[in-house]
């Protein structure tokens, strides 16, 4: 097995735009993994600076980059270049801003092959001060329908995040998949349609990918209120008409479920941030959807301190906020104390 996994090709893509101080930090990483046989795809995403030159610089050193220099095309059109190149038998994906850890390809393959699993998470670090005995190092085996409840509803030990980073995907699992081009948040859909397509899937908890959050810059720190409203609430939609499409009902649900729970999150953080806007659109739309959060909000599985917070919120959204201020204020704190 380890011989026949050994000749496995990985290939790892990595979009990069105007990150020239991060860059070479995360070739190095990849560079240094333990497992052989990769090969890593650079998109330099119409970069302004010297991202370029460094793609360049580290391609003669290694034979196993390649380079593609394209105009800018955002990170779906990025990931969607390199995906054209890719030759390898897994796929991977880093942002380049980020790094990985040295054994994580080798990890996340060797799971793969040894629990004929379509597909490998890893938990990740983000920023600094993280709790590291708070990772157990084990590996959990989920069917498709333990995965996407894990990934859906994040009510066990182990979360599944969005992002595309933190995962191995078989290729035969993500052929055809493509990164929707000019939007945001695409990692939400994108993983969902892969998660339908498995059979099993291997979690490793262990931290093997270092996030960098909130750079000055980054793509998620720009136009908040456009990205929610016009990219991250309708790819929380469309996962629930894929779950519908794949005759997973009890899991749509519980996607709604969770889809109006983070829409109360989205208006307390507009709220916090004095998008006061943002903040009323989203009210709108939930007042507009009522009914349908109504019977949503009817299911057994939905806990009794969210149908009340979410009462309130369709009956006075600034009530709504002061109320979780208040809860933050004077009571999360006690709790911590008793803790």
Known sequence: MKGETDRRLVSVIVAAY?????????????????????????VDDGSK??????????????KRIKVIHQAN????????????????????????????ERDMYKAML????????????????QGAGADE???????EILTREEALEVYIC??????????????????????????????????????????????????????????????EGSIMNQGLGERRFQDEIPFWREQVSCLKEAQMGLLAKKAAYHFYRRM?????DFREREMGGAARELAGLLRREREE?????????????????????????GAYYQAVRLYDRLVIPLRQKKG
């Open 73 to 100: 095309m955002g990170l779906s059109g990025a990931r969607n270049s390199g995906l054209s190149l890719a030759r390898g038998e897994y796929i991977g994906y880093v942002d380049g801003d980020d790094w990985v």
């Open 49 to 62: 600076d010297s991202t370029g030159a460094v793609c360049d610089r580290y391609a003669a050193m290694d």
């Open 264 to 268: 109360l999150f989205y208006y307390v």
């Open 110 to 125: 060797d799971a793969c092959e040894d629990h004929q699993a379509q597909m490998a998470v890893c938990a990740y670090w």
């Open 154 to 215: 994040d009510n066990r030990t182990y979360h599944i995040y969005n992002s595309v980073w933190s995962k191995l995907f078989r290729r035969d699992l993500v052929e055809g998949i493509r990164f929707p081009v000019g939007r945001k948040s695409e990692d939400i859909i994108y993983t969902t349609k892969a998660f339908l397509n498995i059979k099993t899937c291997v979690y490793l908890d262990t931290p093997f990918y270092h996030y960098t959050p909130d750079r």
């Open 293 to 317: 959060i109504r019977r949503i909000y009817g299911n057994s599985f939905v806990a009794a301190g969210d149908k009340a917070r979410m009462a309130l919120a369709l009956l006075w959204p």
């Open 133 to 139: 005995n708070c990772f157990t190092g084990k590996a």
């Open 18 to 42: 105007n990150i020239e101080e991060y860059l070479p930090r995360c070739l190095d990483s990849l560079l240094g993994q333990s497992y052989p046989h990769m090969e890593f795809i650079v």
